[in-house]
């Protein structure tokens, strides 16, 4: 005899929806964690030598990278405010690591990195941060946020 599952058994569809956060959050951290890589990757095609303070530097930055599946998890229990502010501050805190690998690496007298490695167009792409703010306002507006006063 063919039926209706009931709510609740395999093959509703229910787990599949129930899934689809979390998912979507792996989704998310899948991509960020690849970028993290490919900078990774990239940044080190220029570094020459290592020293004891590199290496801790970028354990640093590895232990923040290994952490972020603790806050993917808590994104996707739902898109609650707080879990957002916590996955974002995680991964701010991963490309800020990388970013002290990379000026411990460059600094002057270093000797660290090769030369090419700080290159004059580097200055300009600060303006990347501005056209990243443009289009996340675009893609997530914040929607009115004015509260009666009453």
């Known amino acids: 005899m063919v039926g209706v ?3 609740g058994t395999v093959g509703s569809g229910r787990e599949l929806r129930n899934a689809i956060p979390g998912m979507r959050s792996f989704g998310i951290s899948f991509a ?3 970028i993290f890589w490919l900078s ?3 940044m080190f095609r220029y570094i020459t030598a290592v020293g004891r303070r ?3 530097l970028n354990l640093l930055f590895l232990g923040t990278i290994a952490f972020l599946p603790y806050p993917t998890e808590l994104l996707s229990s739902g898109n609650q405010a707080p879990a957002v502010i916590f996955y974002a501050a995680c991964c701010s805190a991963a ?3 990388e970013a002290a690998c990379w ?3 460059t600094r002057p007298g270093a000797d660290l990195a090769a030369p090419a490695a700080a290159p004059a167009l580097a200055t300009y792409l600060w303006i990347l941060i501005w056209i990243a703010g ?3 306002s675009r893609l997530a507006p914040l ?3 004015r509260a009666e006063i009453g």
């Open 103 to 105: 000026l411990y690496a």
């Open 54 to 56: 590199l290496i801790l």
């Open 134 to 136: 443009l289009a996340v």
């Open 32 to 34: 960020v964690i690849g």
């Open 95 to 97: 490309g800020l690591a």
């Open 40 to 42: 990774h990757h990239a």
């Open 143 to 145: 929607g009115d946020t």
């Open 5 to 7: 599952a009931p709510p």
